[in-house]
C-alpha cells in the first residue's frame, strides 16, 4: 500500500512539475510578445519624433521687414513686369543699412534676403497696379541660410562678421521674424528651399490618383463579380486566381518596368505625366482590389441569394440588386488601402520619369508632373541643409494623407458593415 501511494505521489508530482514548466512557458511566450510590441512601439515612437522634430521647423519661414517703395520713374505702368525687381529688393535692403558701400559688401547684404522676394514683388504689382507711386513695409522671405541660422540649425559659420551685425541689427530692431510658411503649400519646385513648395508634386498625386481609381475601381469590382459569381470552377479560373494572388506580390518596380515599355515605348504615351503614373498605379491596385472584392462578395450569406432567386430574380438581378449592394463596403475599404498603398509608391514612378525636376504646378493629366513620394526622394538628395527638413515637412504631409485614407476605410467599414 506504500508503494502504490508512494508511486501515485510521485505521478502527481510529476504532473505538477510538467505543469509548471508549462505554465513558465506560456509566461515567457507571453513576455516575449509584449516584449516584441513594445521594442516595435518604441522604433515607431522614435521614427515619427524624428521626423516631427526635423519637420514642424519647416511650416515656419523667416521673413525681413523691408520698406519698399514702387517708384514710378523705374516702375513703369505699361509694362511693369519688364522691371528689375531683384534690383528694387537690393535697394529697399539698402536703405537699411545706408553706411554699407563697396562692391563686396553690398553683395553680402543682398544675400540676407531671397531671391523670390523680387518675385513676390513682380506678383504684387501684377495683381495691383495702384502700388506704383507708393511705399509698403513689406515682409519679405529671408535667405535659406538666415532662416537656418535663426531656427538654430547653423552657428552661422557661412557668415561674415559684417552680415552677422545686420543680422544682429534686424532682429533687434524688430525686422526679423518668423511666419507661416505659406510657399510650402503654394509653390511648386524650386532649386532654392526657401522658395520650394509641395504643391506640384501634391497636384501630380492627385491626379496620378484620379486616373488610378476611375479605371482600377470599376475594373476591379467587374472582374471580382465575374469570378466569384458568374466564372465557372475550371482550370482557366483557378489559374487566373493564382495569378491575381501573385501578381499582388510582385515588386512596384516590375510594374514601372512594365509601364515603361508598354505605355511609353510602344503606346508613345508622354513621360513623367499623370496619365501613365495612373496607368502604372492602376495595374499595381488591380490585385487588392480585386482580392477584397472577392473577400467581401464570399461574406454574403448564401441565404441572400437563394431568397432572391426563390422569388423569381435572374443571376444578374441578384448580384446587382442585393450582393453587390451589400458587399460595397468591403470592396470600397479594399480600394482605399490600394490606393493608400499606390501614394506611397515610388519606384514604378520613378521608371516612367516622374522624377524629373518640375517647377509649374500641373494643369491637367498629360502635364508634366512629379508625385509627393518622388518629390520627398529629390529632397532627401539635395544637399542644401534646408531641404532637411522640407523633406520631413513632406513626409508629414505624406503621413497625414495616408492616415486620413485609412481611417477613412475603417470608418466606412464600420458604418456600412453588417454582420450576419
Known sequence: ???????????????????????????????????????????????????????????????????????????????????????????????????????????????????????????????????????????????????????????????????????????????????????????????????????????????????????SFPIGVATAVYLEEFAAKNRMTEFLEVNINNLAAVPSIIFGLLGLAVFINFFGLPRSAPLVGGLVLTLMTLPTIIIAGRAALKAVPPSIREAALGIGASKMQTVMHHVLPLSMPGMMTGTIIGMARALGETAPLLMIGMVAFIVDVPKNFTSPATALPVQIYLWADSPERAFTERTSAAIIVLLVFLIVMNATAVFLRKKFERRW
Request: hydrophobic share 40%.
Open 1 to 215: 500500500m506504500s508503494k502504490i501511494s508512494k508511486k501515485s505521489q510521485s505521478t502527481a508530482e510529476i504532473v505538477q512539475t510538467g505543469l509548471k514548466k508549462r505554465y513558465n512557458a506560456e509566461r515567457r511566450f507571453r513576455l516575449f510578445g509584449i516584449l516584441a510590441i513594445a521594442i516595435s512601439l518604441m522604433f515607431l515612437v522614435i521614427l515619427f519624433a524624428d521626423i516631427f522634430w526635423k519637420g514642424l521647423p519647416a511650416f515656419r519661414q523667416t521673413h525681413i521687414k523691408v520698406s519698399v517703395f514702387f517708384d514710378p520713374a523705374l516702375l513703369p505702368r505699361e509694362n511693369p513686369e519688364a522691371f528689375n525687381y531683384h534690383g528694387l529688393v537690393k535697394k529697399s535692403l539698402q536703405n537699411l543699412f545706408p553706411e554699407v558701400g563697396g562692391r563686396r559688401p553690398k553683395k553680402e547684404l543682398k544675400k540676407l534676403i531671397s531671391s523670390g522676394a523680387a518675385y513676390e514683388l513682380r506678383k504684387m504689382v501684377a495683381q495691383d497696379p495702384s502700388l506704383i507711386g507708393t511705399t509698403r513695409e513689406l515682409w519679405l522671405p529671408a535667405d535659406d541660410e538666415v532662416d537656418n541660422f535663426i531656427k538654430g540649425h547653423t552657428k552661422g559659420e557661412r557668415f561674415s562678421k559684417r552680415q552677422l551685425r545686420w543680422i544682429k541689427f534686424l532682429e533687434d530692431d524688430g525686422r526679423l521674424r518668423r511666419q507661416f510658411n505659406v510657399t510650402l503649400f503654394t509653390a511648386g519646385d524650386s532649386r532654392d528651399p526657401e522658395l520650394a513648395g509641395i504643391l506640384g508634386a501634391l497636384s501630380g498625386s492627385i491626379f496620378t490618383l484620379l486616373i488610378t481609381l476611375l479605371i
